[in-house]
């Protein structure tokens, strides 16, 4: 996995429960067996053999309700399918954007031709061919073309539970930032509109899911872990509080140093000569 890329053949229901278990890969997989995906307010159910594309930045759950699920799965990051070429952003993808519908039913012709490109990049990712990485690329992106030429399942239903499992994907989703491990790759989600759009729902909907469930508005839940992240930030790194405003999404010291005063009643350099 240390390249960016793992393929294997699906077996049993534990396999299937550990391949949706990674959160920071892309996913292709092809599972024959009946199982719900559940979006934010919205799931899907599938039966028979079909094709999903998952996104990392878009929270789903898989509820397996067949005991007997088989098929194939590879897992990448999207800086192994670019290799060395510059290309757009696969959240541009119709297959993996926001809004998207990335499920497909096969058919019995479908289904043998997508299972004989699996097996090629299973087989040839333990091999000693030196372009291999290319050739599992150009697998991948097969996969992609010939999903691009069917039509997605539209079999969605609402759930009846909205309000709980929208929350739900908002308070994983805002987990998922966290820990803020480099100033490289500073927070993305920092407002609710920012979460609303990534959960593909309205921000005065998400707002009164959360409120709802939770008896909080979005805005403390995202408030409260910020302030968790940067008192632990300040207190167990050797970062400057200009690393750390800048690391929690702030473009300047001052936003953050205004941000932590009114949320906590002291300023980062207090909280971190206490510390020392």
Known sequence: ???????????????????YSRKDFYKICMVSGKSIIHYADRGIE???TTLF?????????WEIVSEDQQGYTCLFKEDFLKGHERSDSLQESPLFRIGGTPIFHLSKQQREEIAGIFRKMIGEQDSSYVFKDDLIRNYINLLIHEALKMQPSENFFKH?????RISSLFLDLLERQFPVESTEH??????A???ASRLSVHVNHLNRAVKDVTGKPTTAHIAERIISEARALLQHTDWTIAEVAYALGFEYPTYFNNYFK??????????RLTTV
Not at 53 to 61: D, K, V
Not at 160 to 164: D, M, T, V, Y
Not at 186 to 191: C, K, M
């Open 186 to 191: 500073p927070l993305q989600l920092r407002t």
């Open 193 to 195: 509109q920012d979460f």
């Open 46 to 48: 599938i039966e028979g």
């Open 262 to 271: 009114r949320l906590t009643g002291t300023t980062p350099s207090s909280l």
């Open 1 to 19: 996995m240390e390249k960016g890329f793992k393929s294997y053949e699906i077996g049993g229901k534990d396999s299937i429960v550990r391949t």
């Open 53 to 61: 594309f998952g996104n990392p930045h878009i929270p789903y759950s």
């Open 160 to 164: 009846k539970n909205a309000n709980s």
